[in-house]
C-alpha cells in the first residue's frame, strides 16, 4: 500500500491556508506582517532571530497554549532595559491577526492577550472572527487547526507518558475541537477526588458524585483517544514509504475495558474501581486509576524495536509519520489539511527523506510553515514553496529566482 | 485626584461585580451630578435595602418578608421544589413565568478545589423539606458546569431516603438555535432527550 498518495481525484480536498499575518507585540516582533499565497513557506535566518516566534504565532491561531505552552503574559514583547520600569513589568498586549483562505472564501481571524490595567483581573485572551468577538478558542477550532513537530518533541519518546498523553490530546484536538472540554472536565474531577481523600472526606456520597464526574469524562477521554489512535495506525502502519511505518496504541485499564466491553459498563466499572481504591488513594495522594495514567506506545512496525529504543534519526522519522498519518487523516476527517509547523526540521533527515517530506507536504496540499538556519536544506523545494528570510526580527521575502538565493543553495 | 467621601464611593463602587476602577469613577460621578435624581434615592433605597431585605428561613430566597412571597404564595404548587444555586438563578426562572412551585436556593455549588462542602449549602434544609412536607418532585436546576452536575448527583444521592421523584432540566437546542453552530455536547444530549412531537 502506497501512503500519503496525492488525495483521489474524485475527492475535492479543500483548502486551508494563511494568506496574510500580522503580529504585534509579539515575542520579539514589535510589528511584523507576512503576505503569503497556499504553498508552503519556509523562513531561515541565524539563531535567535525570530523564525520559531512566526510559527508559534501562527499556533495560536488554533486552540490551546501555542506550541511552547507559554502563559499568555509571557507572550509579549518584552523591551531591554533602556525602556522605563512601568513599561518592562505586567504583561503587555499582544495580537496575532491573519487572513485564512477556506476553500473559495476568506476570513479575518486574530488572537490575543486582551490589554487591562487591572492587575486584579485574570489574563483573558481574546478570539476575533470577522471583527466579531469569538466566545471561545473553540470557535476558532471550528475554522483552523495546526500541528507541529518542534526540537523539544525528539524526546517525545524517552520522557514521561504524560508528554505523550498531551499529544494524542494535540492531536485529537485537531479532529475535534471539543475535546479540550472532557479533559479538563476530568482534570477538575481529578483534583476534587484526591482534595477530598487528603483532607479525609468521609461523605461517600460527596466522593460519589465526584467520582461519577470521573467516570464520564474519564470513560469519554479514553474513548476519543483509543479512536484517534486506531486510526492513526491505519494510517501510519505502511512499511513502504519514505519513513518507517509505525505501531500505536493506548495502553491503559481503561483502554482494555473499552476493548472488552461497552462506553457505559466501563464507566460503572471505572466508578466502582475509584470507590475501591479510595482507602490506597488517600494513602498515594493520588488517584492511581484513569486516562491520566495512560499511556501512548510506540514500535517501529518493521524491526519491532520500542520507539525509545530507536536511533535519534528514527525517532524524528517515527515522529514525522505520525504526525503526517495525522495530517491525512484530518484532511479525510474535516475535507481540509491541518496548517503544519516545523521548527528546525532538517535536523536529523538526510536529503533523500526530506525530498520525500515535501513531496507529501506539496502532494497533500499542507500549507506547512518551516524553519532553518541553512537554505540549502529547503533546495529540493525548489518554487514549489515561498522563502523568507528573518534576521533581528525583520522578515523579507527571497525570490527563488534571485541569483543570490542560489549563490547560497 | 479625589479625596474623602468621593474617593470612598469609588472605592466601594469597583467592588461591584461588572464594575473595574475606571468605570467605577464614571459611575460615581454620574452619580454625583445627578445628585437629586439618583444619587440620594440610590443611597435611601440602599439603607433601606439593608434594614428591610433578609433570607427566608423556608428556601434561601431574598425578600423583605420572611417566609418570602413565594413560599407563601397559596395558589403555588407546594408539592414541586426547584433547586437552584443562586437567587439569580431563581429570578430567571421567574421572568419565564412557566414555573408555579416553590425554590431552594443551595447558595452555591459543592466544589472541593474551591473548599465548598455540603455544610457550605443549604442541602440539610433541602432534606429537611422533602422528608417533612408533602413534596412530590424535586427539580435539579443546577448549572452544566462539572461542579454543577456533581453537586446535582450528590443531591439525587442525598434525596434516595426520601420519597421524592428527582428530575433534572433537559439539555439540548436553545430556542432559535442552528443545529449548525452548536457544539457535539449539546447535540448528543439534545439527541438522547429528544421527545415525541
Partial sequence: MVMFEAPDANIQTGLMALTRLNLTNFRCYDFARLEVDSRPIVLTGPNGAGKTNVLEAVSFLAPGRGLRAARLGEVGRRYGAQHSASETCGPRAWAVAAQLAWDDATVDIGTGLEPTTDETRRERRIIKIDGETGKSQKDLGLLTSALWLTPQMDRLFLEGASGRRRFVDRLILGLHPDHGGPVSAYDHSMRSRNKLLKEGCRDGDWLDSVEDSMARYGIAVAARRLETVDSLQELAAGDDGPFPGAELEMQGRLESWLDDMSALDAEDRFREALSAQRKSDRGLGATSIGPHRSDLLVHHRKNGEKASQCSTGEQKALLIRIILAAAQLQTRERGRPPLLLLDEIAAHLDAKRRAALFDIICSLRIQAWMTGTDNSMFQALGERAQFFDISAARIEKISVTHKAFYNSI | ?197
Fill in chain 2, 1 to 197: 485626584m479625589a479625596t474623602g467621601d468621593i474617593d470612598l464611593l469609588i472605592q466601594l463602587m469597583s467592588k461591584l461585580p461588572g464594575l473595574g476602577p475606571r468605570s467605577a469613577r464614571r459611575a460615581a460621578l454620574h452619580l454625583i451630578k445627578n445628585r437629586e435624581q439618583l444619587l440620594k434615592p440610590l443611597a435611601t433605597a440602599m439603607a433601606s435595602a439593608s434594614q428591610s431585605v433578609k433570607q427566608c428561613s423556608a428556601c434561601g430566597n431574598l425578600d423583605t418578608v420572611d417566609p418570602c412571597v413565594i413560599c407563601t404564595d397559596a395558589r403555588r404548587d407546594s408539592s414541586i421544589i426547584c433547586v437552584v444555586e443562586e437567587v439569580a438563578d431563581l429570578w430567571a426562572l421567574e421572568r419565564t413565568a412557566v414555573f408555579k412551585g416553590r425554590y431552594h436556593i443551595l447558595g452555591g455549588v459543592l466544589s472541593p478545589l474551591d473548599g465548598i462542602g455540603p455544610e457550605d449549602l443549604s442541602i440539610g434544609g433541602l432534606l429537611n423539606r422533602a422528608g417533612r412536607d408533602a413534596i412530590s418532585e424535586v427539580i435539579l436546576a443546577t448549572s452544566a458546569t462539572v461542579d454543577g452536575k456533581a453537586t446535582a448527583h450528590y443531591i439525587t444521592d442525598r434525596l434516595s431516603e426520601c420519597n421524592v421523584t428527582v428530575t433534572a432540566l433537559a439539555h439540548g437546542i436553545p430556542v432559535g438555535g442552528e443545529l449548525d453552530y452548536l457544539d457535539d455536547g449539546t447535540l448528543s444530549a439534545a439527541l438522547r432527550e429528544r421527545r415525541k412531537s
